[in-house]
């Protein structure tokens, strides 16, 4: 079956301006979360979606928010960007018992 | 909140040897834990799976062995190849739904 599909794969987005990215999680699966990855600070968790609903949250500012579609494709929008939101935003389906399936990751930098 | 390390950062070994990388976690109330593999710029790809209420899982020349009460899981590659050369990630699923990483063993296997 098909992974999770994350695109788009690179964005060079201007200070200031907003970026929706986009995940279509494994047929199937209701879970959808979103993870940002730097050099400095590793892995941190974004936030999960399951079935429509914000399930979980993590720590970061309002600037980034998200959603998901009845069909579980997620997206996540960041606004007001600024150079430190540059990063790769990996998304993950999967749940519980069956453990996370990544996708390959949106490489963003901000300029 | 669920803390989670992995010793050492980084490992450096020729072709051929048997080596263990280590995860413990501060909170030994987890659903699973779940090693991943990343390469540079890359996403996750999931190596092994292993439920609370396993005590190890193997899958080719990877064994992963998890201690729950002891907060520990090794992920032991046997026979190392070139090609083994990436950076290896823990992560434990816990309560409340979210996935908690830990910071990554760099390893890089020397032809």
């Known amino acids: 079956k098909a992974g999770v599909t994350q695109t788009p794969r690179y964005l060079i987005k201007t200070r200031g301006q907003q970026v929706t990215l986009s995940c279509s999680p494994i047929s199937g699966h209701r879970s959808v979360s979103w993870y940002q990855q730097t050099p400095g600070q590793g892995l941190q968790f974004l936030f999960e979606y399951f079935s429509e609903t914000q399930r979980n949250k993590g720590n970061f500012p309002g600037r980034f928010s998200g959603r998901q579609f009845s069909n579980s494709r997620s997206e996540m929008n960041v606004s007001t960007l600024e150079l430190g939101d540059s990063a790769l935003y990996l998304c993950?389906?999967?749940?519980?018992?069956?453990?996370?399936?990544f996708g390959s990751g949106t490489r963003l930098t901000v300029v | 909140k669920q803390e989670v390390t992995q010793i050492p950062a980084a490992l450096s070994v020729p072709e051929g040897e048997n080596l263990v990388l280590n995860c413990s976690f501060t909170d030994s109330a987890i659903y699973n834990l779940q090693w991943f593999r990343q390469d540079p710029g890359k996403g996750l790809t999931s190596l092994l799976l292993?439920?609370?209420?396993?005590r190890e899982q193997t899958s080719g020349r990877l064994n992963a062995s998890l201690d729950k009460s002891s907060g520990r899981s090794t992920l032991y590659i046997a026979a190392s190849q070139p090609g083994d050369s990436a950076t290896y990630l823990c992560?434990?699923?816990?309560?409340?739904?979210?996935?908690?990483f830990g910071t990554g063993t760099s390893l890089t296997v020397i032809p």
């Open positions: 292993i439920q609370s209420s396993q």
């Open positions: 992560a434990v699923k816990g309560t409340g739904n979210q996935f908690y």
């Open positions: 993950a389906s999967g749940g519980t018992h069956y453990g996370y399936t």
